[in-house]
């Protein structure tokens, strides 16, 4: 019972380089998030998904695309990255209901 | 979206000596107000939490206390010990699906 999985822990790009931060749950939840941390700043929260096949912008969308294919997954890719986006990617889940929320261990990007 | 404040940003305190943070919110019908600690490094993760049917909840040496009228709560920690030393984040909310966080706080307990 892993809770929230994201892969990779790790990533350096270079300017104009795409990937996808991938995060999984096995809680059964149907509220997934995507987060960014600069350093010694708060949480700011980019996309979130209310359930599969559903997803909405949050405060910091703009560089960002998410998908929500099933129920476990939600994917957040990169596609062109910039040194702004350097950052802690956190991804966290939370029941339907609302209710108390549960974090991957998040993603160091550094883009250079 | 939620308009979320947090005060203080920082709070340095001795050791055995309470500490307190306060959050403020905008959306009257946030019904679920929790708050979340952050360790250097680590995830955030939930360390109290508190319904709008209820007042005050302790849990050992912390405790969350609600006044819904003001919009306003509070997180105290009694007998700070060096290990209480991180960032604090609440993050009241009004139903499932957005969740904002605040700016945080970060508390430093010193020996």
């Known amino acids: 019972n892993a809770g929230v999985t994201q892969t990779p822990k790790f990533q350096v790009l270079k300017t104009g380089q795409s990937m996808t931060l991938q995060c999984a749950q096995d809680?059964?939840?149907?509220?997934m998030y995507w987060y960014r941390q600069d350093p010694g700043m708060g949480l700011r929260l980019i996309y979130y998904?209310?359930?599969?096949?559903?997803?909405d912008k949050g405060e910091v969308p703009n560089g960002y695309n998410v998908s929500r294919l099933n129920k476990r997954e939600f994917s957040l890719r990169l596609e062109s990255a910039a040194p702004s986006q350097t950052s802690v990617y956190f991804c966290?889940?939370?029941?339907?209901?609302?209710?108390?929320?549960?974090f991957g261990q998040g993603t160091r990007l550094t883009v250079v | 979206g939620e308009n979320v404040e947090q005060h203080p940003s920082t709070l340095s305190v001795q050791e055995g000596d309470s500490a307190v943070i306060k959050c403020t919110y905008s959306?009257?019908?946030?019904?679920?107000f929790p708050w979340y600690k952050q360790e250097l490094g680590k995830r955030p993760q939930l360390i109290i939490d508190?319904?709008?049917?209820?007042g005050e909840k302790k849990d050992q040496r912390i405790a969350v206390t609600l006044n819904k009228t003001a919009k306003h709560f509070s997180l105290h920690i009694t007998e700070t010990q060096p290990e209480d030393s991180a960032v604090y984040f609440c993050?009241?909310?009004?139903?499932?699906?957005?969740?904002?966080f605040g700016t945080g706080t970060r508390l430093t307990v010193i020996p």
């Open positions: 966290a889940v939370r029941p339907g209901t609302g209710g108390r929320a549960f």
């Open positions: 809680m059964n939840h149907n509220s």
């Open positions: 998904s209310a359930s599969e096949g559903t997803t």
């Open positions: 959306d009257s019908a946030s019904n679920y």
């Open positions: 508190i319904r709008s049917n209820v």
């Open positions: 993050a009241p909310t009004p139903g499932a699906n957005n969740l904002f």
